[in-house]
Nanobody
């Protein structure tokens, strides 16, 4: 099973930016899909963004135009660039990888507040 470690979360003001990183324990070159979910307090975990090994991307409507997912196969890392952050983006963000089974990271907290 792939081990995933997220980093880059923190406290940011509304309108600010953060970049999350997700480092994998093995080569991501052949991992079908990697992406991000988030979970706000009292809410279910929700899809944020994904990227296939071929480069196809998908985004939740709530983040389209503001968030960008990318991957660096040489570094075995997936990124989530988050711009124009809103208070409603506050959540724990989880990275995942999809091969024959889905693996999850431990999550990183993002708080958007003035």
């Amino acid at each position: 099973q792939v081990q995933l470690v997220e980093s880059g979360g923190g406290l940011v003001q509304p309108g600010g930016s953060l970049r999350l990183s997700c480092a994998a324990s093995e080569s991501i070159f052949n991992i079908n899909t990697m992406g991000w979910y988030r979970q706000a307090p009292g809410k279910q975990r929700e899809f944020v963004a994904s990227m296939s090994s071929g480069g196809s991307t998908g985004y939740a409507d709530s983040v389209k135009g503001r968030f960008t997912i990318s991957r660096d196969n040489a570094k075995n890392t997936v990124y989530l660039q988050m711009n124009s952050l809103k208070p409603e983006d506050t959540a724990v963000y989880y990275c995942y990888s999809q091969k024959t089974v889905r693996s999850w990271g431990q999550g990183t907290q993002v708080t958007v507040s003035s």
